[in-house]
């Protein structure tokens, strides 16, 4: 007999349910029964009704409900007392049960007593009743009938096996059955048991199911086992009934064989099963998963399910007959539905279960990474991790990391992904849009990238989805601009690329938003509509003549199209000519849709004739017409590059322009000239040369002939040498000379991308000649900048999130100030030219091996004049200069540039050679380093300023992520070759350098600006290298062919190698290649750079062993290695460099433990006996300023060294107990070297890292070598003691070191205290355990440690003074069995076990 559990107010559902449907025929209430004079009273002297009627109970007849006068508990205790005391019990029991049968006879009374009993108590008695049981549940509840009444009713119950429902509505096998629902105690379950089994063995269908699924509801927990065998059996004879069965068997407590049993049968049924019943059966396999079993299982369970085979045929087979027979469309349309219902019900059904399991979510992902072969690979994998990855996000990590290798390895490939999604087109385009309206910037820049390669390759499909990415359209507002372009991109390619019906409502939505936006005075506004306008004119006039396009069989331009495109251009221009900086934008995207996407000639002639026209009316002037008027400063034509005086030139009017909009900003008039002619912005000078240049180039093939005037011309400036005025200059003045410089130098940056790639020798060095001027006017910039530190230049990136830009240096700009950061122009036409470069200018540069020595005391003077002002970095301005194209850097391919001067009979007077020359490599070198780095170094790894908008990174690259990274670097792979030029030469030139200065570090020529521009050059070839390698798209098959082309580069510069060469072969040349470098590096910082470049390549290699250690040994020779001492006396290594490189030294080395102690052995002590500013002498870089970042790494190492050495067992042979023995031996030695330097070196810092490291080791000891000593005491016990005596030191210095931190209060070292406190108990408790293992607890001693400081002094405090006469310590040096004791002196501390020579003797005894 077993006692039910009680469901609170449950009792019956079904009948109350089948209650409910008898409402209407059957009276509830007392009012409705008097009404029916013919329901009345059973009266009858059996008894049965006697004793029913004395406890309680008035039985009624017809279809009125038997009537409870008391409360139902009351009601049991009355019967039951009654039988009980009765004086022929048991034979009155008997006389009761066949009272029960004679009246259950008549079907009316037997569905009465079945039914619930109406409750005759007053409302306020029966308020804690809400339902009355029916009479056969009250007395099923009295033990003494229970048995009687069950038999009864299994009696019964066949009468109505194979009976229709009754006309009142009742299914009576339900109504029976509910009976033995939540009983309080079944007498004899067992009986019940099997009473049910039969039944259900003899039922129907359709009630077996019922009887099933009430199992749980009736049996006690004892009868789950031979329930659940019996309905395993079951499932094998009837699978009609597998969904009831695995329902029950998921709700018992069953043995896990038959569990195990159950679910091998299920999963072989699962490639035959019905898609209805699949929810349930994968629900009841993923409920009976263990730990133990779980990759198993679900190994199988992803081997048997198919979506595949199993779930689409479904789907294709409801959409077959849907066109088949269109006049059963909706039986199709449930079908379909119903199937759709069932996918989404399994799902949800492993959802949960991977949500709430986690060993289920773990065992999903590790079968899929165990499965290697591609044909293996199922949908059913792609879906579960992306279920995985959304329900947990502690795997989301580990989910990318398996989906990068199985792409990678070539696993999951396109044909996977169309068919996990082909069906799902609608949903995958849905959430797309989600994730672009989101906000968030990686999900909307990679959503958008999707969808764009969407509309290119089904551009069908996406046009019946138009209307979802049309609501983009709303969130436009936190997009940044070049989402901004690639939206309208989407949009326009939908909505222009064909003539259809539904496209035309796209078309009218994107005119209204583009016309509000540019009606807009917000600058934000105004920035979509430009962009979106001039993107949409791009699709509309692309030129599809002569190759396939969105539109096939559409010719050239018609002339409505053509008038659709000017009209919308001349839009955008009449709508931000008011705005200098939308102008510029409309200019800066209109060159961007010339240059990136071919456009019809119509377009491209009309654009060409208008902008050439429009540039020259509002920039160029005549060089003889000097403008006059009341400038601040005298005008003069300068930088032109023309030797001849003739009044036939050009020049551009820069100055004039400046002022006169400066002028009218502070409220002044024009003149008569100026007012006649229509000012435009000096600020838009460059962006519409940009655009000129463009067009002439498309229109002309490259030729730039028709604009070649503007290289060489002069511009309208003034003196710009500050000299002796500056100071005497007011605020005004600077920041018009300023001004006047960046716009300068924008031009000259534009020039240069406009002519880079001309091929005449005078065009070369010209445009050479230019990059000499930005270098120039860039140092001339740096000492007005120095004394105009509030000043804001004008803008030169006008697609810009804010337009308020302010350089990094100032730390507060007023408003005042902000807004004159618009200052300074309007709009660009131009000749010829393109530029866009964030100016990094640390200015270093590359010459010769051994330059003149007139130049280079030039040099050096110079350098020692600018020593003594304020410095500026124009880095911190880099979003104000223009960007540079990649283009320019083919300027580095430029060796020798011959200039020819020609006489005026046009024949060769003389040669001059032209250098590119080292400011100007270094300039080149550092902008090709910040591209790199913007582009090819994943976001992740790169270091974003604190608190910095999400846009400003990608100021100044804004024409450079218009191309993809492959793209730039398939580029840099073209640049490799001069830049090895460039490296050799550099190395040249530094070793010339050591040579004539004999090795001396610190020789003549090291201080001088030459020498650290070289310097400088050499760490930029490096990190541009570095850059390129560890570029992580060199994993994608696709650009596999990129990287050996890379690497024929470097291979090639030692020997002329072999065509299709190996990888390995490749990689191996190409290491040796760079390692040669090593004994030219000038600084700490190339060395790092060269180092972090051989690791890179030495991690794309299959057997790196070999090179490892070279990589260690050139890092040992950098740190022994006496560098250049900086500006500053002290070091000119910086600590997070010197922290990297003695880390990769340490990582890369074969003996970390023999390094760590030469470095804290041998050059620690050196550093100890030297003078106060000396170093090392074997470790030159090791000084006392460097020390505690040589203390974090080693201590760091050490500790991440023993902590990766395996702990053993007793089953490893005795030679490898030896050498783990040994190891811990070393790594104790080096841990208390390291440790009792701090009685030397006690700063803060170091202090710091010995808490911290020091409890790291510690835990590492208890967890990795004490099992170790467990079974090595016996047989190297003098060994294991003195490790242990060794280590005891250690402990014991560290617990001085916790009262040391506690004495200062220092929070920093005192939040370590407790962790480290505890794990030194726990090492204490260990050893002990130890020791008893191995019966030797007599070599345990305990006793009291005080607490003394670094300096070993008694740490007095209250506590310890009056327990001073009750302390005691033993310091004998025969004894190694230390005390160890807790701060205050009052609990006792185990010792760390330690041996003395008293305990070897008592070890001898128990042994």
Same mark, same amino acid.
């Given at each position: 007999?077993?006692?039910? *559990? ?15 449907? @008898? ?92 039914? =619930? ?38 009696? @019964? ?9 009754? =006309? ?81 068997? =998921? ?61 689409? &045929? ?130 909307? /820049? ?180 000097? &403008? ?19 009044? /036939? ?11 006169? %909009? ?164 309007? @709009? ?142 398939? =580029? ?181 433990? @023999? ?121 190297? *016990? ?27 209060? /220092? ?50 405090? %209250? ?49």
């Amino acid at each position: 007999m077993v006692s039910k *559990r009680r469901l609170p107010t449950s009792e019956d559902k079904e009948s109350l349910t089948e209650d409910a449907s @008898k409402a209407r025929k059957q009276p509830l209430s007392k009012k409705t029964k008097k009404s029916h004079g013919h329901n009345e009273v059973e009266e009858n002297d059996s008894v049965f009704v006697k004793l029913l009627k004395t406890s309680g109970i008035t039985l009624k007849t017809g279809e009125s409900q038997n009537q409870l006068a008391v409360d139902q508990i009351i009601f049991q205790k009355k019967l039951f007392q009654t039988l009980r005391k009765h004086p022929s019990y048991p034979k009155i029991v008997e006389e009761f049960i066949t009272g029960l049968e004679s009246y259950i006879e008549d079907q009316d009374s037997f569905r009465n007593c079945l039914l =619930s009993c109406e409750h005759l108590q007053d409302e306020e008695a029966s308020m804690g009743t809400s339902y009355c049981k029916s009479l056969i549940k009250l007395l099923l509840g009295i033990d003494i009938l229970q048995p009687a009444i069950i038999k009864i009713l299994f009696e @019964k119950l066949p009468e109505f096996l194979f009976k229709n429902v009754n =006309s009142d509505g009742l299914n009576m096998p339900r109504l029976i059955i509910n009976q033995l629902k939540w009983l309080d105690r079944v007498v004899d379950s067992k009986d019940l048991t099997t009473k049910i089994m039969q039944l259900i063995s003899i039922a129907p269908v359709y009630l077996q199911h019922d009887f099933v699924t009430s199992l749980p509801e009736i049996l006690g927990d004892s009868q789950h086992a031979d329930v659940g065998k019996e309905l395993s059996d079951l499932l094998t004879e009837n699978t009609l009934l597998t969904l009831p069965i695995l329902d029950v068997l =998921s709700s018992l407590r069953l043995e896990p064989k038959l569990l195990t049993k159950v679910r091998q049968l299920v999963m072989g049924k699962l490639s035959s099963v019905m898609l209805d019943d699949l929810p349930m059966i994968i629900k009841f396999i993923l409920h009976s998963i263990t730990a133990t079993d779980a990759l198993e299982v679900i190994s199988e369970l992803r081997e048997n399910l198919d979506l595949q085979h199993c779930i689409l &045929p479904s789907l294709l087979q409801a959409s077959q007959s849907k066109l088949k027979n269109k006049g059963q469309t909706s039986s199709s349309r449930n079908q379909e539905n119903s199937s759709q219902d069932c996918v989404i019900l399994l799902f949800e059904v492993i959802k949960s279960a991977v949500r709430y399991e986690k060993i289920i979510s773990e065992a999903w992902i590790k079968a899929i990474e165990n499965t290697t072969s591609v044909s293996e690979h199922k949908i059913l994998d792609l879906a579960m991790l992306f279920i995985i990855y959304s329900t947990n996000t502690q795997t989301k990590k580990y989910i990318e990391r398996v989906l990068r290798n199985k792409i990678r390895s070539g696993c999951f490939q396109e044909q996977l992904l169309q068919s996990t999604f082909h069906i799902h087109y609608l949903e995958v385009i849905g959430a797309l849009v989600t994730h672009i309206c989101s906000g968030n910037e990686a999900e909307v /820049d990679t959503a958008l990238d999707v969808l764009l390669e969407l509309v290119v390759l089904n551009p069908s499909a996406m046009r019946l989805n138009a209307v979802f990415v049309k609501g983009i359209l709303d969130y436009l507002d936190n997009m940044s601009p070049q989402q901004i372009r690639k939206l309208f991109y989407i949009l326009s390619t939908l909505a222009f690329s064909t003539q259809h019906e539904a496209s035309s409502h796209i078309q009218d939505d994107m005119h209204l938003v583009i016309r509000k936006q540019l009606s807009s005075t917000m600058f934000k506004y105004k920035l979509i509509g430009i962009i979106g306008a001039v993107t949409m004119a791009g699709i509309i006039a692309a030129d599809r003549s002569g190759s396939s396009s969105l539109t096939p069989g559409r010719g050239d331009l018609s002339s409505e199209q053509c008038t659709q495109v000017t009209s919308l251009l001349q839009l955008v221009h009449s709508c931000s000519e008011q705005s200098p900086q939308a102008s510029a934008l409309y200019y800066d995207e209109f060159a961007n849709l010339i240059q990136g996407r071919k456009l019809a000639p119509k377009v491209l002639e009309w654009a060409g004739q208008t902008i050439s026209d429009d540039f020259q009316d509002a920039f160029v002037v005549d060089i003889c017409v000097v &403008p006059e008027g009341d400038y601040p400063f005298p005008v003069k034509a300068l930088y032109g590059l023309e030797d001849d005086d003739s009044c /036939d030139g050009i020049a551009i009017n820069l100055l004039p322009l400046l002022f006169s %909009q400066d002028f009218v900003k502070d409220g002044g008039r024009l003149t008569s000239q100026e007012s006649d002619q229509k000012l435009v912005s000096p600020l838009c000078l460059a962006p519409y040369f940009r655009l000129l240049r463009l067009c002439v180039d498309r229109q002309h093939n490259g030729n730039l002939e028709e604009i070649d005037g503007l290289l060489d011309c002069p511009i309208f400036l003034t003196d710009l040498e500050p000299g002796e005025r500056l100071e005497s200059m007011s605020v005004k003045e600077r920041s018009f000379i300023c001004s006047l410089i960046f716009l300068t130098l924008n031009w000259f940056r534009e020039v240069v991308n406009a002519f880079c790639r001309q091929t005449l020798p005078e065009m070369k060095v010209k445009v050479l000649t230019r990059l000499k001027h930005i270098v120039e006017l860039q140092q001339l910039l740096e000492k007005h900048l120095a004394v105009t530190p509030d000043y804001v230049p004008p803008l030169a990136n006008f697609d810009l999130e804010t337009s308020e830009v302010t350089p990094h240096t100032s730390t507060a700009v007023s408003a005042k100030i902000r807004i004159q950061g618009n200052l300074g122009g309007r @709009k660009r036409k131009a000749d010829g030219s393109k530029i866009s470069s964030p100016d990094p200018l640390s200015k270093e540069d590359n010459s010769g091996c051994d330059p003149a020595p007139s130049d280079r005391s030039q040099l050096e003077k110079e350098f020692r004049g600018k020593e003594e002002k304020t410095s500026v970095s124009l880095q911190n301005y880099h979003a104000f200069f223009r960007e540079l194209d990649l283009e320019v850097f083919s300027i580095l391919h430029c060796g020798l540039v011959a200039k020819f001067i020609l006489d005026t009979e046009m024949h060769t007077e003389a040669t001059e050679v032209v250098q590119l020359q080292p400011p100007e490599l270094l300039f080149l070198l550092e902008d090709l380093a910040q591209k790199l780095e913007n582009m090819l170094t994943p976001s992740v790894t790169r270091r974003c300023p604190f608190l910095k908008s999400k846009g400003n990174r990608n100021i100044g690259f804004s024409h450079l992520h218009q191309r993809s990274a492959s793209e730039i670097a398939h =580029s840099v792979v073209q640049l490799l070759s001069p830049m090895c030029n460039h490296l050799e030469n550099i190395h040249n030139y530094f070793q010339c350098l050591t040579a004539k200065n004999h090795g001396v570090v610190d020789g003549p020529g090291i201080k001088g600006q030459e020498y650290h521009i070289m310097s400088s050059c050499y760490q930029r070839l490096l990190q541009i290298l570095h850059g390129l390698f560890a570029w992580n798209g060199f994993f994608q098959p696709e650009n596999i062919n990129l990287l050996y082309s890379a690497l024929e580069v470097l291979s090639n510069r030692l020997k002329l190698g072999e065509p299709d060469q190996a990888l390995e072969e490749l990689l191996s040349q190409s290491f040796h290649y760079l390692q040669n470098f090593h004994l030219s590096v000038p600084s700490f910082q190339c060395a790092l750079y060269l180092l972090r470049l051989l690791m890179i390549i030495l991690e794309k290699s299959t057997a790196p062993t070999q090179n490892k250690g070279k990589i260690a040994s050139l890092a040992r020779q950098f740190l022994c290695r006496v560098w250049p001492s900086g500006e500053k006396e002290k070091s000119s290594i910086p600590n997070d460099q010197l922290q990297a490189l003695l880390s990769i030294y340490l990582e890369h080395t074969d003996g970390v433990l @023999k390094a760590i102690e030469e470095i804290a052995g041998v050059g620690v002590p050196e550093l100890i006996n030297s003078p106060k500013e000396a170093s090392s002498s074997t470790f030159p870089t090791l000084t006392r300023h460097t020390f505690v970042i040589f203390f974090r790494v080693m201590m760091a190492e050490l500790e991440k060294t023993v902590k990766g050495l395996q702990a053993g067992t007793a089953a490893d042979s005795e030679q490898i107990h030896e050498e783990k023995l040994l190891y811990w031996n070393m790594a104790v030695r080096d841990f208390s070297i390291l440790i009792n330097l701090i009685k030397v070196f006690d700063s803060r810092p170091v202090l710091h890292v010995c808490l911290k490291y020091g409890c790291l080791f510690v835990e590492a000891f208890l967890k990795q070598c004490m099992p170790l000593l467990d079974f090595s005491f016996r047989k190297h *016990r003098e060994d294991v003691l003195s490790l242990l005596e060794t280590f005891q030191l250690n402990t014991r210095l560290l617990h001085h070191l916790c009262g040391h931190s506690k004495i200062h209060q /220092d929070t920093k070292l005192t939040k370590h205290v407790p962790l480290l406190k505890k794990t030194l108990e726990l090492l204490v408790c260990r050893v002990k355990a130890m020791l008893i293992l191995n019966n030797c607890r007599e070599a345990f001693w305990l006793g009291n440690l005080k607490n003394r400081d670094l300096q070993g002094e008694e740490i007095i405090s %209250q506590n310890s003074q009056e327990s001073t006469a009750d302390e005691s310590e033993d310091d004998t040096s025969s004894q190694v069995s230390k005390s160890k004791g807790t701060e205050d002196g009052e609990e006792d501390e185990a010792s760390d076990g330690e041996k003395e020579q008293e305990s070897d003797e008592s070890d001898d005894d128990s042994d």
